[in-house]
């Protein structure tokens, strides 16, 4: 998924979130420009965005994120890894 595509995705989910179909998001934008980001709201962002990627960002990612476009790369990061293969027990092929 390009960073173009999160940042569509992230801004439907903001409107979602905020209830407002004017929010349009770039990278630098901040719970500054946002009419009622403030901490309850932030919570319920979070968990939609964890949802709608399939994914749950660290305590500290979403305590240190200064604008949207960290979060973007955070998500990018998060669903294009790929998983581990799983070890084989001692006896299975």
Known sequence: ??????MEK???IFRDVFDDE???L????TANDIDG???LEHINLVEAVEHEFGMKFRMQEVSGMKNVGEMARI????????PEKKKRGLFRR
């Open 10 to 12: 992230l801004t439907e």
């Open 26 to 29: 770039s990278d630098d934008t």
């Open 22 to 24: 004017e929010i349009c």
């Open 1 to 6: 998924m390009t960073h173009e595509e999160i």
């Open 75 to 82: 998500v990018r990061s998060r669903i294009t890894d790929t």
């Open 37 to 39: 980001w403030e901490s």
